[in-house]
């Protein structure tokens, strides 16, 4: 069937609307992932505030047109502030029968539904489940439906070019693409800028894939659509000025170690071993070796952290990354860095677990193992990020606390970070606060565990140094002169120094502000990570229903912020939304003796915005 | 008064730290200590510049007896943090001091890896056959049969050659020592030394408590002459008290025998010369067991190859002229960017 051919719209009738959630779905073979960050990226640049989720299968190339093998990606995009990836779509682009059989539970009741309806073969339909055909069978009567043989066109649109079949079919998400920035108002050039760059050994492809962004873009013009010809804009949200840019969470951690480090005046060693979805930071910082920094891939996660604190040991800003898997197998080694004393940055980019769990899907459940996680009295500091472009941020405080208290810093951030993107107003290097690590070199009294007074750090004396020859290993040590101690007074009194030292950390971390609403009041929503979004939005919906609502986030988890005691007792509830089953939750009322209450999802997918307002919502109905 | 003097040579002692050495008395590590000392005095190694690094383990407290910098770490990982250190700082010397079980059981894998990626650092395996500080379980390098703690019948599974794995690792630099051979000990340090690449020692060490006299068939005084082969690159393979006893190479089978000069038509010429580059012989040298065959001593494999670091610092020098100095501002607004007014 082809829908009906509506009257094509008007230049000037477009309808305006505040923001729109897409979500483009297909097989991971369909590209899904390459449309998503050109729509973001042409969004951007179109002035609008903005959100993304990519959401994919661990499976490389899992079998054509299973459900398991569908690659999504989602973004959120308005006139207006734009905090999250959306709760549910407006529009689904469904490029085969298994990416509609999936996504379609999450779209908006009365939804656009864009399906490309070459197909929903047969063979296809049965492979996602189907057993008939829904964009025949009045299956989704409830939904506004906009179905193209999207292969055929693309196939007729590429044709003067050349390309094999294989080669014009792939042409089929640019098509789509089209289309969409058709409906959407959206600027072509930045897409047929991308492919030509993209292309340039190959100009018939980027010629092929243009030619289908551009017969997309007039198919909707032409109004051959099904959908009563309706197209959109989105008015440019107001924003900041200054220079932005685009960026994921990966991006910014990588970016932000480098800029960390030439904050403390040291060069990076990196040590990594592949795993998902960490492995992207050891990919983005082996391309910045002008920035003297080492990359190396270990033959396992114990290598990797064991070589990050021989790197430090010489000299060097050592740090690792992985998911939590391989932060378990580092924990031997975390303890001895604290033993010993020396800098190191461990980024945790967390996952679904526990063990393999769901590497691609997003969970924060890694907080206990961050702050308890290891044998013995082994204190550290925990900094975690809440959106992608504020890891660059904590990547700086991570370097800065690593260097200056002389402790290994667990960086937090998660699957769903690491992939997102948003706008970012691009800060300038040169007015990054430098305070240089001074190595020390006199020998006058030195002992390798002598002590700054005010922060408890040792003094960093690195191989090299004359006359400052010493040895540390993991074997308690004399704090008065760094020799092996078995004393039972000395082990007390090295214990408590450790402890104190990274306590201490909570005089030189700014006091915790409220996010949005007022200090004291009715309800406080607290979190750390990425939860910022969906929380800062429900928060403000809340408000806005004139409700005496407060965000409260995070970003240092261990120590904690030395005023958070009083600020949570300042509110008459306090409600913690985390993506685990409750682990900050039991750290504040440990800490504060505070009646807390969980707000708690492990579906390996970001909280929804509803799905905090209705919480808090029904929480102060039994508190009334 | 300000006198410009010669700094002076530094002998063996001021190698040593002042703390006192906790190993047993009568352990064979008092040795290689010692001949450690002897070796960075030969060597007048700066001592700044030398770093020791271990794992865990009895040997693993080496560095606590250095007057170097010295860092002692968890067990099997020493490698991997040793890794780190020279890749961070190519100009620093690095020495690995391991055991048997801190080596090949929990540190394989990192064995394996400092080997085959070269990294230009000295690797010393003491080897006694049994885990000492754990008190005294039977060790990845303990021959079958061995009663202890853990296996009061006898163990039951199969040693692994130390020499051996390091040659299948891909090592470049193979050598073998005796805790008590005090003038043959230090040359093969200063040998490992000399090679650019990682080089690894196998040095056959005696504990007093756990495993005492376990390499006595080879090690004793008495039979020493005729059961030890102490090779040299370009010397033929002789030994025994009399010098007369010989190893030849079967041309038709690939395999060695011990031979007598004088014996059965046998003459200087019939005797395997040692060639240190090639690695089938180096492979023969580390079969050869008693009591068919003598302990094969000394640098059994030596052919460098370029090393790791010296591949990682280049990339990054590549990366360097290919891209300019690097400036974070440039790197911030790569790709595309648009202004907000």
């Known amino acids: ?624 | 008064m300000n006198v410009a003097t010669q700094p002076e040579k530094l002998t063996a002692k001021d190698y040593a730290s002042d703390q006192e050495v906790r190993w047993c008395p009568g352990c064979g590590d008092y040795a290689i200590v010692r001949a450690m000392q002897k070796t960075l005095a030969d060597l007048q190694s700066p001592p700044e510049k030398t770093v020791f690094i271990s794992g865990i383990g009895c040997a693993a407290r080496f560095p606590y007896y250095m007057a170097t910098y010295g860092f002692h770490t968890i067990h099997g990982r020493a490698a991997a943090f040793a890794t780190g250190t020279k890749l961070a700082n190519p100009d620093l010397d690095v020495w690995v001091i391991s055991g048997d079980g801190d080596a090949l059981s929990i540190g394989g894998n990192h064995l394996l890896h400092v080997l085959r990626r070269n990294v230009n650092l000295q690797y010393i395996l003491f080897n006694n056959e049994i885990y000492g500080l754990t008190k005294g379980q039977y060790s990845p390098t303990s021959r079958v049969g061995t009663r202890s703690p853990s296996t009061p019948l006898g163990s039951v599974d199969k040693p692994v050659s130390a020499t051996a794995y390091a040659l299948g690792c891909g090592a470049r630099f193979i050598a073998r020592s005796v805790d008590s051979l005090q003038k043959h000990l230090p040359e093969m340090f200063a040998r490992a030394h000399a090679h650019h690449g990682a080089s690894f020692v196998e040095v056959f060490q005696n504990c007093i408590v756990y495993n005492d006299g376990v390499y006595d068939s080879f090690t004793d005084k008495s039979v020493a002459a005729d059961n030890q082969l102490l090779v040299e690159h370009g010397k033929p393979m002789l030994f025994g008290k009399e010098n007369n006893k010989g190893i030849r190479l079967d041309p038709a089978t690939l395999k060695l025998e011990v031979v007598t000069l004088g014996e059965n038509g046998i003459t200087a010429s019939d005797i395997l010369v040692h060639d240190e580059k090639n690695k089938l012989i180096a492979s023969l040298l580390i079969e050869m067991e008693q009591p068919t065959f003598p302990v094969a001593l000394g640098v059994l494999y030596c052919d460098p190859t370029t090393t790791y670091e010296d591949g990682v610092t280049a990339q990054i020098e590549q990366q360097k002229t290919k891209s300019g100095p690097a400036n974070l501002n440039d790197l911030l607004r790569s790709g595309p960017t648009w202004t907000v007014d």
Not at chain 1, 404 to 422: Q, R, W
Request: glycine fraction near 10%.
């Open chain 1, 1 to 624: 069937m082809e829908g009906t051919t509506a009257i094509p719209v008007k230049e000037g009738q477009r309808e305006e609307i505040e923001d729109v959630v897409i979500r483009f779905a297909g097989d991971s073979g369909d590209g899904i992932q390459i449309t998503g960050g050109q729509f973001t990226l042409t969004t951007a640049l179109a002035g609008n505030d903005l959100a993304t989720f990519p959401d994919f299968p661990a499976e490389i190339r899992a079998p054509a047109g299973t459900t398991f093998g569908v690659s999504a990606f989602q973004i959120h995009f308005g006139s207006r502030d734009i905090k999250t990836a959306g709760d549910a779509p407006d529009v689904l682009v469904a490029l085969n029968p298994a990416a509609l059989k999936v996504n379609l539970r999450d779209l908006q009741p009365g939804g656009l539904i864009i399906a490309d309806s070459g197909a929903f073969t047969d063979r296809n339909l049965k492979k996602a489940g189907f057993t008939g055909n829904p964009l025949e069978d009045g299956s989704l009567s409830n939904y506004r439906l906009i179905t193209v043989d999207i292969s055929k066109n693309t196939l007729e649109a590429v044709k003067p070019f050349g390309l094999s079949q294989k080669e014009a079919l792939r042409c089929k998400n640019m098509w789509t693409l089209g289309l969409v920035y058709w409906l959407y108002d959206r600027d072509r050039k930045p897409t047929a800028d991308w492919l030509r760059a993209k292309f340039s050994e190959r100009p018939e492809i980027a010629d092929a894939n243009i030619a289908a962004v551009d017969a997309g873009h007039v198919f909707g013009e032409a109004s051959e659509v099904s959908d009563g010809g309706r197209a959109y804009t989105v008015a440019p949200a107001e924003i900041q000025p200054g220079l932005y840019r685009t960026v994921t969470g990966i991006q910014a951690t990588a970016w932000g170690l480098v800029a960390g480090a030439q904050s403390v005046g040291l060069d990076i060693f990196f040590a990594g071993y592949p795993i998902t979805p960490a492995s992207a930071v050891l990919h983005t910082l082996a391309r910045l070796k002008q920035f003297n920094v080492i990359t190396f891939q270990a033959e396992d996660e114990i290598a990797a952290v064991c070589a990050a604190i021989g790197g430090s040991y010489a000299g060097k800003l050592g740090v690792t990354a992985s998911s939590g898997p391989g932060v378990a197998l580092k924990g031997e080694a975390i303890g001895l860095a604290i033993s010993v004393e020396l800098p190191l940055v461990i980024l945790n980019v967390q996952r679904a677990g526990p063990s393999t769990g769901m590497p691609t899907k997003t969970e924060q459940s890694d907080l206990y193992q961050a702050v308890f996680g290891r044998n013995a009295d082994s204190p550290l500091a925990v900094v975690a990020a809440r959106s992608p472009a504020d890891c660059f941020e904590t990547a700086i405080e991570a370097a800065r606390l690593a260097t200056k208290y002389m402790t290994p810093v667990m960086f937090l951030t998660d699957g769903y970070l690491a992939n997102a993107s948003e706008p970012w107003l691009i800060p300038d290097a040169d007015t990054l606060e430098r305070t240089p690590v001074n190595f020390h070199t006199d020998p006058d009294g030195f002992h390798p565990f002598l002590r700054d007074e005010k922060t408890l750090a040792r003094a960093w004396a690195i191989p090299g140094t004359p006359g400052l020859m010493h040895r540390i290993g993991g074997i308690e040590k004399s704090y008065e002169t760094g020799n092996i101690s078995y004393e039972p007074e000395n082990h007390q009194k090295m214990t408590d120094t450790r402890r104190n030292k990274i306590l201490n950390i909570a005089n030189d971390i700014p006091e915790q502000t409220v996010e949005v609403g007022t200090e004291g009041g009715k309800v406080a929503v607290v979190g750390w990570g990425s939860t910022y979004g969906p929380i800062n939005r429900a928060v403000n919906v809340l408000r806005n229903d004139g409700l005496d609502v407060s965000h409260i986030h995070l970003r240092h988890i261990w120590p904690l912020p030395r005023n958070l005691g009083d600020l949570l007792r300042s509110y008459d509830h306090v409600i913690i939304p985390e993506m685990n089953t409750g682990q900050l939750v039991t750290v504040l009322r440990s800490e504060y003796l505070i009646d807390a209450k969980g707000l708690n999802k492990v579906s390996g997918q970001p909280f929804k915005v509803t799905e905090i307002v209705s919480a808090v919502r029904d929480h102060l109905e039994a508190h009334k």
